[in-house]
């Protein structure tokens, strides 16, 4: 028989007596919404990573500054918007014919920085040819995405700001309430937002929040389609 998810709350995870136990809870414990922990080492940090390795992608983690969130359990809702931009994203590679590599969901961390996190997805564009895929997750990120996107729904991703600048990634996408944000990193190390991408300049966010939004309900090929028409009359 399947195991039974249990309902918790930050009060009940605060109880559980070592970090260890955190692990083998969050196995079979549906978060409502994100909590975060506070004062979590990076030592604890990767062994509640290492117990709960199998959970993904159900589970994300993120570390700053010794606070922990973990978010569990995403939507239908939460996994159409991805695969959309997915797509959008595989539909430019193909009509440009340029390398993307699709990271997904890939854990970036810094041991000497302290620091981890998980976008909801990322790629390597510029970078394409550079990257090197590996089978296990180093504790240094050597080459860190060119992009990464994150949709915002149980929580809000304003944490997410600082951990993207600290990593120095160039393009942060946010889909929230129901419209697609492009932040771009600056030579200051702040993101402003733009009306572009960078990293792929054929795609505007208002474009983008178009497309997404009548892919969430309409029928997928006709959405498809006319962006794939788009894309032939706006390619440059």
Request: charged fraction near 30%.
């Amino acid at each position: 028989m399947p195991s039974t998810r249990r309902h918790a709350s930050f009060r009940f995870l605060r109880m559980i007596s070592s970090i260890t136990d955190l692990g083998e809870v969050l196995k079979t414990t549906f978060l409502e919404k994100a909590v975060t922990l506070h004062d979590v080492s990076w030592r604890d940090y990767k062994i509640l990573q290492s117990a709960i390795e199998f959970e993904r992608p159900r589970m994300k983690m993120s570390l700053w500054r010794e606070n922990l969130t973990i978010l569990t359990s995403f939507s239908s809702f939460h996994e159409g918007i991805k695969l959309t931009l997915e797509r959008l994203i595989s539909m430019i590679m193909l009509e440009n014919k340029c390398n993307i590599i699709f990271v997904g969901q890939a854990t970036m961390r810094s041991a000497n920085r302290r620091i981890a996190t998980e976008p909801d997805a990322s790629f390597y564009i510029q970078n394409a040819e550079c990257v090197e895929l590996k089978d296990y997750v180093p504790d240094e990120c050597d080459l860190v995405p060119d992009l990464v996107i994150e949709i915002d729904e149980k929580h809000r991703s304003d944490d997410k700001f600082e951990i993207y600048v600290a990593f120095g990634i160039k393009e942060f996408w946010l889909y929230s309430r129901e419209v697609l944000h492009i932040f771009r990193l600056t030579e200051t190390g702040e993101y402003l937002e733009a009306e572009k991408s960078a990293s792929l300049p054929i795609l505007t966010a208002k474009a983008l929040t178009d497309f997404i939004n009548r892919a969430q309900k309409e029928e997928q090929f006709k959405v498809l389609g006319e962006f794939q028409n788009w894309l032939k009359e706006n390619k440059q």
